[in-house]
């Protein structure tokens, strides 16, 4: 089975690479963000594991462009 194609479109669970990639942002800039508390993105911590939501992503995004 091929796995489905990371989109913002979607509301799934990505993990920091993921996210990173819809973001255009260093994995090391995210993970900055997390623990500094400098720019605040929900996650989910499932055990070890962080994962974001595309939604929260694409929520980001928007509340993040100048217009």
């Known amino acids: ?3 489905q194609e990371l989109s913002l479109d979607l509301d ?3 993990d920091t690479e993921g996210a ?3 973001l255009a942002v260093p ?3 995210l ?3 997390r ?3 400098e ?3 929900p996650y989910v911590r499932i055990g070890r594991q962080i ?3 595309t939604s929260d992503l694409k929520a980001f995004i928007e509340i993040s462009t100048v217009k």
Do not use: H
């Open 27 to 29: 994995t090391a800039t």
């Open 20 to 22: 990173s990639s819809l």
């Open 1 to 3: 089975m091929k796995q």
């Open 31 to 33: 993970v900055k963000w």
């Open 12 to 14: 799934t669970l990505t």
């Open 39 to 41: 720019v605040r993105i």
């Open 35 to 37: 623990s500094t508390g």
């Open 51 to 53: 994962k974001y939501r």
